[in-house]
C-alpha cells in the first residue's frame, strides 16, 4: 500500500492511474463496504475479491518504472510504519482503559 501512495506522489504518474490509486486506496481504508459484513459470506467475500482486483487495477496503470522506485522507496518506510502502528496501538490502548476507568468511575459513583 505504501508503494502506491508513493507511485501517485511521483511527478511522472499519468491522471487515469492516480485516479484508480485514489480510489482503491479509499475503498481498503473506508470503514464500510459496499456489502456490509453482518451479511454472512458476502459481506467477507467482497473484501477479498474487490481489494485485491482493486490494487491490480491501479497497479496496471502504473508505469512500470514509477512502481519499481516506488517499491524500492518504501522499503525504507516499512520500520517506520511499524513503529508509527505500534504506537498507535499503544495510544489507543491507553485511550480505551481511560474510558473504561472513566465509567467504571461513573458507575460507582452513580450507585453509591
Known sequence: MVAYVLAFL?????????IAVIVS?????????????????AGILDDMVLSPLLLWYAGSH????????AR????????????VLALLVVWCLL???LAIYVLYAAVRALIG
Open 25 to 41: 486506496v479509499v475503498y481498503i481504508l473506508m470503514p464500510f463496504d459496499l456489502v456490509p459484513d453482518v451479511v454472512p459470506f
Open 72 to 83: 524500492a522507496r518504501s522499503d525504507t518506510y516499512n520500520g517506520w510504519i511499524n513503529a
Open 95 to 97: 485511550w480505551c482503559g
Open 62 to 69: 502504473v508505469p512500470a518504472s514509477v512502481m519499481v522506485d
Open 10 to 18: 511521483d511527478s511522472r504518474m499519468p491522471v487515469p492511474g492516480k
